[in-house]
């Protein structure tokens, strides 16, 4: 959309994120930035033209990092500059410790994304040769030029659920992972259990029933042997572990007929059955985390006072608000 300046909604953006910028990163401020490690940091003061100032490195941990920025500060009066901004990639959780000294010094900061340092280290000398020394001065000059961002300060609800999204992220890739083992040990060693439902991975009967294979240690020609109303009832007694109650007896059925009739390869079906029974009781127990994590960041948006809102939402879970403002923080 153009507007009648001539401007688009794009360059008004751009333009509102460069003034942003510009309260931070101020000509009367040298650039600190900090090439952070665990127990190594590099540091390079500069000025707006890249000329390096002064450098440093220490061997400490980066929330003992205020001798530094103190440093930085006594080295910019020196040549003429008032303050200091202190930029850096973010790197793990370092950066926030980085940006709490920054604050509580007075100075400012910002971050620079580390695809931007990556490709910057290559435009400056042509080389892919990476070093310490190196990527500090890269990054310097990455914030002289704007090429940088204000980055989040969350507030302590915020940030809660920010922690507790990325743990549902990390829980998710476990059950997703689960999934795929049980479905790639069952497709070699009893393929024809897998053809029992049509989305096998999703259905409580078919777990249950699963259950019933792997708790009595892969027993195929036992288990038929006992009938299909033992077989039955001994899924309908699994139920509850996948938090359903009712049975579906044409899965239950499909199942058992896979007993007489497992194929894949048979030297391999104890063993990945076990193997297969272990996996399952990861998934559940992973299950159970993530509703316990999922819970956590329901009652955070509880209390920033947010579920109204979000349930208003047509198509929207509560849950599926939650992961999205994990994500995105504050969307205002």
């Given at each position: ?21 510009r309260t931070v990163i101020r000509s009367d401020r040298a650039i600190l930035a900090i090439d952070l490690g665990e127990d190594k940091q590099v540091a390079a003061l500069l000025d707006h ?284």
């Amino acid at each position: 959309m153009v507007q009648r300046s001539g401007l688009t909604r794009g360059d008004r953006r751009r333009n509102d994120r460069i003034e942003a910028l510009r309260t931070v990163i101020r000509s009367d401020r040298a650039i600190l930035a900090i090439d952070l490690g665990e127990d190594k940091q590099v540091a390079a003061l500069l000025d707006h033209d890249g000329r390096v100032l002064g450098r440093r490195t220490v061997t400490v941990k980066a929330f003992a990092l205020g001798g530094l920025l103190a440093w930085a500060a006594a080295q910019a009066g020196r040549h003429g500059f008032a303050r200091v901004v202190v930029g850096c990639e973010p790197t793990g959780h370092r950066w926030r410790s980085v940006m709490q000294l920054a604050d509580d010094a007075g100075m400012g900061f910002v971050c620079v994304q580390s695809l931007r340092v990556h490709l910057a280290r290559e435009a400056d000398d042509y080389t892919r040769d990476k070093t310490d020394h190196k990527d500090a001065v890269v990054i310097g000059k990455l914030i002289a030029r704007l090429d940088c961002y204000l980055p989040e300060r969350a507030e302590p609800d915020w940030a809660r659920l920010r922690h507790l999204g990325a743990r549902r992220a990390r829980l998710v890739t476990e059950a997703t992972s689960c999934q795929q083992q049980i479905a790639d040990l069952l497709g070699c060693c009893w393929p024809a259990a897998l053809a029992a439902a049509a989305k096998p991975l999703e259905s409580t009967s078919w777990l249950a029933c699963l259950s019933v294979v792997v708790d009595t240690g892969g027993e195929l020609a036992a288990l038929a042997a006992a009938g299909l109303d033992a077989f039955t009832a001994a899924a309908r007694a699994r139920l509850s572990r996948f938090a359903a109650t009712r049975l579906s007896h044409r899965i239950a059925r499909g199942v058992f007929a896979a007993l007489t009739d497992p194929g894949g390869v048979g030297a391999q079906r104890p063993g990945a059955l076990e193997r297969a029974g272990l996996v399952l009781a990861d998934w559940q127990h992973t299950r159970a985390r993530l509703g316990d994590v999922q819970s956590r960041m329901l009652g955070v948006l509880d209390a920033m006072g947010l579920t109204a809102l979000v349930t208003s939402i047509p198509g929207l879970s509560t849950v599926g608000a939650a992961v999205i403002l994990a994500e995105t923080g504050d969307l205002t």
